[in-house]
């Protein structure tokens, strides 16, 4: 069997992996002609993501990867894991799937499997998607073809999620799309969650991701309570997680960031307008959320000011680009906000990130393209005014910043259990 898996991010290339460890013959399409060549020669470009399981793969004849979608063609299975952004006004851009379904459909073969496995709102298998493929074939989807939406659950950085142990719901365009594309995940996936229909798996998605949004942003709202009232969330919160069933930890931070928590709620919100619904929570989280780099910057300021400095003028240091710990993903991070906001008070802004040396130019933030992190020096760290954790990598040494940082705004805790001066951490 040869499965064509198209996207070959954070999604579709450990995926890709998974099929052809599982012995499926694995053809990734891209559009990045630099992740195609890269993947062919071995490379990774994740950090998370061995080159030798690569090489393992390309050696073994399982993986190889194209530029060309005529090669769609080969494949008994499409997956397609392409991203699904918002736009300026924060509505769904789907453009990115209905670019490769118009690629791929001309050359897709009677009886092709094709599942869509990015994030996006209920109909968007049985409506956009569809339409696109059917138009771009002349076949009948759960006639002629099988059409399956089956949402990625991948937790970059997190050692111990493995993408063949993560239960898989998949939802088919018909229960003969159902079972084919059981048929295909069974190969390479432990558990399988079958549903009713590929709208049922779509919104099992969204409620996943809005789950955390919500809950992050209760405890985010609680953070600024507890600390009005001198109590520090965090002790609350590692308390409150002792409680053997009905609690389970959240964390506050400094805003959302990646490619999934502040964007997939927001597919819903727009979708759901066309039912005449409403989605208060997620409009109400998205609010508290999005207001938490005002809340740093705002902490940052108290710190200067204790020490009779103001952030017009302070060198400050923002310390994690990434938008979590241990990963080199920068997507949506809310560092970029906080040094956004940090610059226009006149601050003089530089970043330390062990996993992003560069800043390189994306969607979002292209002005900071360019801009390389600090060295790992104790005497630069002195040297700035404040040094503002906002990710907290394993990999940073916080007990030599204790013993050379001037001032410290932490937002993750990072600084809990290290010897610190009186006066020295601010949490935000
Ligand atoms: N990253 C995560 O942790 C995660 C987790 C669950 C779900 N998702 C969802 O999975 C989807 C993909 O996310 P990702 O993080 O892998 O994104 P990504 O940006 O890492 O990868 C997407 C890939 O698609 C390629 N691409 C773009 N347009 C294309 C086109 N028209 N044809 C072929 N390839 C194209 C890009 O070059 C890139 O390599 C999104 O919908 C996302 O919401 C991501």
Known sequence: ???????????????????????????????????VDALNGSRSYIKHIEAGDIAAMVNAGRFEA????????????????VPTPLNRNREPDISYIIETGKSIAP????????????TTYPGTTDEDLREVLESGSGMKAGVDFHLAFSPEREDP???????????????????????KAKELYGCAIKKLVPLSSCRAAEAT??????????NIAL???????????????????????????????????PGLGGHCIPIDPFYLTWK???????????????????????YVVHRVAEALNSRRKAVNGSKVLVMGIAYKPDVDDDRESPSYVLMDLLKARGAE????????????????????????????????????????????????????????????????????????????????
């Open 349 to 428: 802004v530089s970043f330390y990130d062990p996993f992003v040396p560069e800043i390189h130019a994306g969607r979002e933030h292209p002005h900071w393209a360019g801009l390389r992190s600090i060295a790992w020096d104790p005497k630069l760290l002195g040297a700035f005014d404040v040094v503002l954790i906002s990710t907290n990598h394993k990999a940073v040494d916080y007990a030599e910043l204790a013993r050379h940082a001037g001032c410290i705004v932490d937002t993750r805790n990072a600084m809990g259990g290290i010897q610190t001066r009186p006066g020295q951490v601010w949490r935000a």
């Open 107 to 118: 050359h897709m073969a009677r009886g092709t499997l094709v599942v869509l496995e990015s």
């Open 157 to 179: 950085g997190n050692p111990d999620s493995k993408v063949e142990l993560i239960p898989k719901v998949i939802g088919g365009y018909t229960p003969a799309c159902l079972e």
């Open 1 to 35: 069997m040869k499965a064509a898996i198209v996207g070959l991010g954070y999604v579709g290339l450990p995926l890709s992996l998974q099929f052809a460890r599982s012995g499926v013959d694995v053809l990734g399409l891209d559009v990045d002609k630099n992740k």
């Open 66 to 81: 194209s530029t060309d979608f005529r090669r769609a063609k080969e494949a008994g299975a499409i997956i397609i894991c």
């Open 205 to 214: 998605k969204i409620l996943e991701n809005t789950f955390r949004a919500v």
């Open 219 to 253: 405890v985010n709202e609680l953070k600024i309570v507890y600390s009005a009232m001198d109590i520090d969330i965090w002790e609350v919160i590692s308390a409150a997680r002792t409680k053997p069933f009905g609690f389970m930890p959240f964390y506050p931070g």
């Open 272 to 294: 759901a307008r066309e039912y005449d619904q409403h989605t208060r929570f997620i409009e109400l989280a998205g609010e508290v959320n999005a207001s938490m780099p005002e």
